[in-house]
């Protein structure tokens, strides 16, 4: 089959992509910017990458018209923008137009279980695009899904920091609410099952895993997987403001995502049963399984994707990496420093293994304290970390800064600045003739921004010198 993947470079569409390969079959992966496909994907014959961007129709002509099974993965949980349920319509109804002028035989769509009286704006909206999608051109699989647990997931970040931070939760109410949670690897295995099953066409199916929980009941499990001692106190007032803000300053969540998180935790969410898990032969396994399945992957060093490296994690960006990779040379202040390199190979290994637990080499208490006043300013801090101790690819978060460009080959790592500043910055390194060339710039915007740089310049003389003699030193 010529499968399309949207959503190709989020969560659950990077874990699917291996599967279908594997299968034997052709995987088309739609990206807003091919900056942000994995470049080993450039090298498989049985992959080809297209950019297309669904909220601007034009583009959709450069999807092939031969697809036979189209994967609809594309979400809008964080989206900044106060009417993306306009958006994610739009994207919906673009993608229908385009699609039923072709041989596409089946849409897979996953969603969100929408059986509660009162739903979220974001599970409203999902209810809404199932709407729009549904076409007499091509038959339409829903596969309505809960909470996901698996390494890398918000669900699982979140409860994971919640627990370790936390002896002691004073929590809001919704802790209380009921859902059923299931692993990362159910959800793959039933996406990857419904292709071409004729007993699923114009259907619509809720896939959850066999236990019914309560989130307080998940942290708990949690915290005993993890060994830990937990005391959760619910409260019967809290606004939805303030457990925004709770999540926010606990956890690694944007505020934006809290407040979208916070919104959809009110709703209970518990799947209709049915014939789906003996459909496509799935056994979904136990909340607890799939805590420690996802222990497994983190121990290993094995995270295949994290919602962190999506753009639902960042605080600037939003679609084009390339709007960034040329660093402007005007109207801006630099700090320039370089090194001569010893060892080449060691240098560039430090480089790729910088922040997450490894840290940044020399005045790591700063880097954390400048962390802590992003925080405090709205900003996301440093707690996204880094998906994998030591790749980086473009698109991946890092810290506070989100990957625009990663070339070993080519020697150079260049980084934008995702933190509340009153302008923008970028950090790149890059060997050259036998030289590491570090160099800090920062476009301010306005008076403020020029007051900044002036208030932080003593300290980048003493961070980014420690920092460029650690990558050199043997």
């Given at each position: 089959m010529k499968i399309l993947v949207t959503g190709s470079t989020g969560y659950i569409g990077k874990r699917l992509i291996p599967i279908l390969i594997n299968e034997g079959h052709h995987v088309v992966c739609a990206v807003r910017d091919k900056l942000r496909a994995d470049k080993n994907y450039l090298k498989d014959e049985h992959i080809t990458i297209v950019e297309a961007d669904f909220l601007k129709p034009e583009t959709l002509k450069n999807i092939p018209k031969d697809i036979d099974v189209a994967y609809y993965l594309i979400h809008s949980m964080s989206n900044s923008s106060n009417n993306f349920e306009r958006l994610e319509a739009a994207c919906a109804s673009h993608f229908k137009t385009y699609f039923q002028s072709t041989q596409l035989t089946q849409v897979i769509y996953l969603s969100g279980i929408t059986n509660d009286e009162q739903l979220s704006k974001h599970l409203q909206s999902r209810k809404n695009v199932e709407d729009i999608l549904a076409s007499d051109s091509y038959a339409l699989t829903v596969l309505k899904a809960g909470i996901i647990v698996g390494s890398g997931s918000s669900s699982f970040e979140i409860i994971r920091d919640l627990v370790e931070k936390l002896p002691v939760m004073v929590a809001p109410k919704w802790l209380n609410t009921k859902t059923q949670p299931l692993a990362v690897r159910d959800v793959l295995a039933?996406?990857?099952?419904?292709?071409?099953?004729?007993?699923?066409?114009?259907?619509?199916?809720?896939?959850?895993?066999?236990?019914?929980?309560?989130?307080k009941q998940m942290l708990l499990e949690f915290a005993e997987i993890r060994g830990l001692k937990r005391?959760?106190?619910?409260?019967?007032?809290?606004?939805?403001?303030?457990?925004?803000?709770?999540?926010?300053?606990?956890?690694?969540?944007?505020?934006?995502?809290?407040?979208?998180?916070?919104?959809?935790?009110?709703?209970?969410?518990v799947g209709k049963p049915s014939n789906i898990n003996q459909l496509l032969e799935v056994n979904p396994i136990t909340y607890k399984?799939?805590?420690?399945l996802a222990f497994e992957k983190i121990e290993q060093n094995s995270i295949v994707s994290s919602w962190k490296d999506s753009m639902v994690s960042s605080g600037r960006l939003r679609n084009s990496l390339h709007k960034y990779i040329n660093v402007?040379?005007?109207?801006?202040?630099?700090?320039?420093?370089?090194?001569?390199?010893?060892?080449?190979?060691?240098?560039?290994?430090?480089?790729?293994?910088?922040?997450?637990?490894?840290?940044?080499y020399y005045g790591n208490f700063l880097w954390k304290i400048r962390g802590y006043i992003d925080k405090l300013v709205g900003g996301i801090g440093l707690r996204r970390g880094r998906t994998h101790i030591s790749e980086l690819n473009a698109g991946d978060a890092l810290d506070f800064w989100r990957v625009i460009f990663s070339d070993k080959k080519e020697k150079k790592l260049l980084?934008?600045?995702?933190?509340?500043?009153?302008?923008?910055?970028?950090l790149e390194f890059k060997i050259e003739d036998g030289l590491l060339k570090q160099t800090a710039t920062f476009r301010p915007r306005g008076l403020a921004g020029r007051l900044y740089w002036y208030s932080v310049y003593p300290f980048?003389?003493?961070?980014?010198?420690?920092?460029?003699?650690?990558?050199?030193?043997?």
């Amino acid at each position: 089959m010529k499968i399309l993947v949207t959503g190709s470079t989020g969560y659950i569409g990077k874990r699917l992509i291996p599967i279908l390969i594997n299968e034997g079959h052709h995987v088309v992966c739609a990206v807003r910017d091919k900056l942000r496909a994995d470049k080993n994907y450039l090298k498989d014959e049985h992959i080809t990458i297209v950019e297309a961007d669904f909220l601007k129709p034009e583009t959709l002509k450069n999807i092939p018209k031969d697809i036979d099974v189209a994967y609809y993965l594309i979400h809008s949980m964080s989206n900044s923008s106060n009417n993306f349920e306009r958006l994610e319509a739009a994207c919906a109804s673009h993608f229908k137009t385009y699609f039923q002028s072709t041989q596409l035989t089946q849409v897979i769509y996953l969603s969100g279980i929408t059986n509660d009286e009162q739903l979220s704006k974001h599970l409203q909206s999902r209810k809404n695009v199932e709407d729009i999608l549904a076409s007499d051109s091509y038959a339409l699989t829903v596969l309505k899904a809960g909470i996901i647990v698996g390494s890398g997931s918000s669900s699982f970040e979140i409860i994971r920091d919640l627990v370790e931070k936390l002896p002691v939760m004073v929590a809001p109410k919704w802790l209380n609410t009921k859902t059923q949670p299931l692993a990362v690897r159910d959800v793959l295995a039933f996406l990857s099952r419904a292709k071409g099953k004729k007993e699923l066409f114009n259907t619509s199916y809720d896939i959850f895993g066999p236990e019914i929980l309560t989130y307080k009941q998940m942290l708990l499990e949690f915290a005993e997987i993890r060994g830990l001692k937990r005391y959760i106190l619910t409260v019967p007032v809290m606004t939805p403001k303030l457990s925004s803000y709770w999540l926010y300053f606990v956890t690694s969540t944007s505020y934006k995502l809290a407040t979208a998180l916070v919104d959809s935790m009110g709703v209970q969410i518990v799947g209709k049963p049915s014939n789906i898990n003996q459909l496509l032969e799935v056994n979904p396994i136990t909340y607890k399984e799939a805590v420690e399945l996802a222990f497994e992957k983190i121990e290993q060093n094995s995270i295949v994707s994290s919602w962190k490296d999506s753009m639902v994690s960042s605080g600037r960006l939003r679609n084009s990496l390339h709007k960034y990779i040329n660093v402007p040379r005007y109207g801006c202040f630099k700090d320039y420093k370089e090194r001569e390199v010893q060892n080449e190979e060691d240098t560039i290994n430090k480089i790729w293994s910088i922040g997450g637990t490894t840290g940044w080499y020399y005045g790591n208490f700063l880097w954390k304290i400048r962390g802590y006043i992003d925080k405090l300013v709205g900003g996301i801090g440093l707690r996204r970390g880094r998906t994998h101790i030591s790749e980086l690819n473009a698109g991946d978060a890092l810290d506070f800064w989100r990957v625009i460009f990663s070339d070993k080959k080519e020697k150079k790592l260049l980084l934008y600045a995702e933190m509340k500043l009153p302008g923008e910055a970028w950090l790149e390194f890059k060997i050259e003739d036998g030289l590491l060339k570090q160099t800090a710039t920062f476009r301010p915007r306005g008076l403020a921004g020029r007051l900044y740089w002036y208030s932080v310049y003593p300290f980048h003389g003493l961070i980014f010198s420690g920092l460029i003699n650690k990558l050199v030193s043997n």
